[in-house]
């Protein structure tokens, strides 16, 4: 059984910057990749961002946050972060990570495991 426990998240302006974390235990030898997806209200769950969670730890964006959100992880491969900088207000939703051990995909139906969620809320 995988428990993915999340911290971070809060109310902050727009331009500030903000970092998530999502701690992985139990049965994790078989992870292929990390990501995090978020729901705003009203809209469905969207992806953000993925690593593989392999050595070389290749990262994918969605293109709202590219350039502006780094996803990584720890040397132990037991943290993924996702550090968010130049915060808009559409950013607002909840986040969540999640785990998978199939290829690196933005479809939700790929992630097998998810975090309980934090909400990111990006005043104006």
């Known amino acids: 059984q995988v428990q993915l426990a999340q911290s971070g998240g809060g109310l902050v302006q727009a331009g500030d910057s903000l970092r998530l974390s999502c701690a992985a235990s139990g049965l994790t030898f078989n992870t292929n990749v990390m990501a995090w997806f978020r729901q705003a209200p009203g809209k469905e769950r969207e992806f953000v961002a993925a690593i593989r969670w392999g050595d070389v730890g290749t990262t994918y964006y969605a293109d709202s946050v590219k350039g502006r959100f780094t996803i990584s992880r720890d040397n132990a491969k037991t943290t993924v972060y996702l550090q968010m900088n130049s915060l808009k207000p559409e950013d607002t939703a909840v986040y969540y990570c999640?785990?998978?051990?199939?290829?690196?995909?933005?479809?939700?139906?790929?992630?097998?495991?998810w975090g309980q969620g934090a909400q990111v809320t990006v005043s104006s």
């Open positions: 999640a785990r998978s051990v199939r290829v690196l995909s933005v479809r939700e139906s790929n992630y097998d495991y």
